[in-house]
């Protein structure tokens, strides 16, 4: 049915999308659920229908009206995170998922996904018009809605956000990137306090869910923009005071503590009202704890301190057991929209220093297509979805999630291990055995490297074990290296001062644009061969080359069956050349407290898409 519903949706350039992602974003694992079977005793919202957010005009403010049942004021929420939380409330900064989300409840964007459709909704925006030709867009803002200083939101704000943020490269330049058709920007320009219009070059697939982001208060950042790069990064950074964030969501910051929690207080002049004239949202707080590891997050959840928690697949027969006599129920959401997998550190050049960012020993392993092939064939898959997800999650093989209707068939069953064809490839390259079974290279160097991964992350650390205990098998030496999530990502982003890495990317199974970012040789999360300012001797991998033009490809491609095709083959050359080894693919179990009303679970939208319409009832 959804198929069905897309490929309709996408002959008319409505492109659809996930709640909370335009672009991929590296996952620090809190709400990674390795499970495949459809084992819970709950399932997810079969008989909600959901119809489209009607406006009803108000003492001058038109405001978006609730899809769900009323509600009553009162209460909080309570949910975690893993980590030492969030780096930055400012959303156009963020580049972990953690301070994305504190963003996006703080910051509202012209349009959303709809949770159960996935069509694009408005939310800021009332209604987009696209031009026959598909090349214009324009967007009319809701009337009379208010930044929390109380200054009225319109044009002015989103044609900032547009060309003095997001076109200017301030922050993370990842939606920019993205927003490059044919190596041209988007022209954004005013029609009038509340009409906004954008021109794209070209039709352009995806641009109907990327135009839809979140909008700044140009009446505040002004002054920051004027101060330059350096200092837009570092405004409303972790210190700031919560009074001075001016934002249009339904929540506000209230308080954080670091390595302990996150407050955010209900924004009490929201633009969203029920049918009984109340406005949303109805809890008073939404609290992130902040929390070491996922065992102390599930102790939390049982003690009940947690309101909502991601079953990992080894938990689900407790939690199964508990729901019989606890106070919450399980939902299984389907697929998880991210990715598990190894990444190789491929970079060859040289910093600004003329010095080389990796060991140039391990860069002819990691380059060798034979070395990286060997490994992805000494991976046990089937055992890692045993072991770590007690046996109900999936081997992923493709650059796509399972979930994805862009998914490259003929590769989703992928190989088994093959220690002897793995030790095979090895001795082509020159890798030779010496009488104790340790591996060396051509030039008698031992094999040895270190592979990282977000420390407290409990199923990633099981999962890295079990790399080094494989990689043994073929006389490779892993210095296995768990650290704090924050550190690895600057490691990763910032230094490149790495060799091999076991993480996560949430992205989008129903739009592979917004993967731009890590396949594009210029890409923000291009991990595998990060680009820095100052790089010496810079030249694109042949591969990398064939990627940059079957990423404009398939953007520019608005046939689904044409546009699939582009991205079959993106994802060969993916599993041909191994930059990146998939290792397995979640479903999202999740547990939540009964004393949660209006709650409607979906696949696309999780169980709180409808945070500001969620209500307490203290009698479950």
């Known amino acids: 049915m959804i198929m069905k519903k897309f490929l309709k949706i996408l002959l008319i350039l409505v492109v659809i999308s996930l709640v909370l992602c335009s672009c991929f974003r590296i996952d620090r694992g809190s709400q990674d659920i390795e499970t495949k079977q459809k084992e819970t005793s709950n399932n997810v919202n079969e008989n909600k229908t959901y119809k489209p957010y009607a406006t009803k005009l108000v003492n001058g403010t038109e405001y978006r009206m609730s899809r769900s049942g009323q509600g009553k004021y009162g209460g909080q929420i309570v949910t975690s995170t893993i980590g030492e939380g969030p780096k930055t409330f400012n959303p156009w900064v963020s580049k972990d998922a953690t301070s994305s989300e504190i963003g996006e409840l703080m910051y509202d964007s012209l349009f959303s996904t709809d949770p159960d459709s996935g069509e694009v909704i408005p939310y800021l925006a009332k209604e987009m018009k696209v031009s026959p030709d598909l090349k214009t867009y324009t967007i009319t803002l809701r009337k009379g809605v208010k930044w929390s200083d109380g200054t009225e939101i319109t044009a002015d704000d989103v044609v900032f956000t547009w060309n003095d943020i997001i076109l200017a490269g301030f922050g993370n330049t990842s939606l920019r990137d993205s927003v490059l058709i044919d190596g041209e920007y988007p022209k954004v320009k005013k029609i009038d306090k509340y009409t906004v219009e954008f021109k794209i070059k070209k039709p352009f ?8 982001t979140q909008i700044a208060p140009a009446h505040i950042f002004k002054p920051v923009i004027k101060k330059g790069k350096r200092y837009f990064d570092s405004y409303l950074g972790t210190t700031v005071k919560p009074k001075d964030i001016v934002a249009s969501g339904a929540f ?3 308080e954080y503590v670091p390595a302990q929690r996150v407050v955010l207080k209900r924004n009490p002049n929201y633009y969203s009202m029920d049918d009984k004239g109340q406005i949303l949202p109805y809890i008073d707080k939404y609290v992130i704890l902040i929390v070491g590891d996922l065992n102390n997050e599930l102790l939390k959840f049982e003690a009940g301190e947690l309101d909502t928690i991601s079953v990992r697949g080894k938990d689900l027969p407790r939690f199964k057991e508990k729901q019989k006599k606890g106070n919450f129920k399980i939902y299984n959401l389907g697929p998880n929209t991210g990715t598990m997998f190894l990444a190789f550190n491929l970079n060859t050049r040289k910093n600004k ?13 990691f380059n060798d297509i034979n070395f990286r092939t060997a490994i992805d064939y000494a991976i046990d898959r089937t055992s890692m979805v045993n072991n770590v997800t007690n046996g109900v999650a999936q081997p992923l093989f493709t650059a796509e ?11 989703a069953s992928g190989h088994q291990r093959d220690i002897d064809y793995a030790k095979s490839l090895l001795k082509k390259s020159g890798f030779y055995w010496d009488k104790n079974g340790i591996l060396h290279d051509k030039d008698n160097n031992k094999v040895e490297f270190d592979l990282y991964t977000n420390a407290g992350q409990t199923e990633r650390e099981a999962c890295g074990v079990m790399v080094k205990e494989d990689l043994k098998d073929l006389g490779i030496t892993v210095n296995f290296k768990p650290i704090e999530f924050n550190t690895l990502v600057s490691k990763i982003m910032s ?3 790495w060799d091999m890495v076991l993480m996560g990317l949430t992205g989008n199974p129903l739009e ?18 990060m680009r820095f300012q100052g790089d010496k001797n810079d030249t694109l991998l042949d591969w990398e080359k064939e990627l940059d033009e079957l990423i404009e490809q398939g953007a520019l491609e608005l046939d689904y069956n044409k546009r699939k095709a582009v991205y079959d083959k993106y994802q060969q050359i993916i599993y041909d050349e191994r930059p990146i080894i998939y290792l397995y693919s979640p479903l999202t179990i999740t547990a939540v407290r009964n004393k949660i009303k209006n709650l409607y679970p979906t696949a696309l939208g999780g ?14």
């Open 353 to 365: 220093d003329n010095k080389d960012y990796v060991n140039p020993v391990k860069q002819k392993w």
């Open 607 to 620: 169980t709180m898409h409808n945070l500001n319409e969620l209500y307490i009832d203290e009698k479950d």
């Open 401 to 411: 999630s399972l979930s994805s209707i862009y998914l490259n068939e003929k590769l």
């Open 512 to 529: 592979p644009h917004s993967g731009k970012n890590v396949w594009y040789s210029k890409g923000h999360l291009h991990l595998f061969n």
């Open 205 to 212: 697939a995806p641009f109907q869910r990327f135009v839809g």
């Open 495 to 497: 230094t490149s001062d």
């Open 252 to 254: 506000l910051l209230e």
